[in-house]
């Protein structure tokens, strides 16, 4: 299946609620990796297909956009995270529009890659989530900007 929508990783909400592993949005570094139409997103993958670059995954390097000095390869760490439980019934994740530097060119961007870069069990740099940026975007010598919806970058209704 190619890009359609975006999903929370099944195996990584089963392994915070089972502590198996902990998201620390106060400590951990959380990216934003970006991809073209290679891979073919899926929530309902293991913890390890999730992460990212890992050798059978997804989400290896191979399949990333990236440029140096404007979208690092790894992803851009997300800036001022935060938790809201504000709205009845809902609990998100949020964080800063992200951004690359101001002379970018970058094209074929379907989506990005959210994980955690501090976390190594149960495997190092397990993906929390995958968005969807609605079809091809790209960049010619400006900024690329990964707005994220007033609802967050991930979202649980409740």
Not at 15 to 23: E, F, K, M, P, R
Not at 125 to 133: H, I, T
Request: glycine residues 8%; proline residues 2%; negative net charge.
């Amino acid at each position: 299946m190619a890009w359609s929508n975006s999903k929370i990783f099944r195996a990584g909400l089963a392994d915070s609620l089972g502590n198996v592993t902990a998201l620390d949005l106060d400590a951990d570094t959380f990216r934003a990796a970006l991809y073209g139409t290679t891979p073919t997103p899926d929530q309902d993958v293991t913890a390890a297909l999730s992460a990212y670059n890992a050798a059978t995954s997804q989400w290896v390097t191979a399949n990333e956009i990236y440029q140096a000095g404007q979208w690092a390869q790894a992803g851009v760490a997300l800036a001022g995270l935060s938790l809201d439980r504000s709205v009845a019934a809902t609990v998100f994740m949020d964080a800063a529009d992200t951004a690359s530097g101001s002379a970018a060119t970058l094209a074929g961007i379907f989506g990005t890659l959210i994980y955690d870069d501090t976390l190594t069990t149960p495997v190092a740099d397990q993906g929390v989530c995958f968005n969807y940026f609605g079809g091809t975007q790209s960049v010619t010598n400006g900024t690329f900007t990964a707005i994220w919806h007033a609802n967050g970058i991930l979202r649980y209704s409740l």
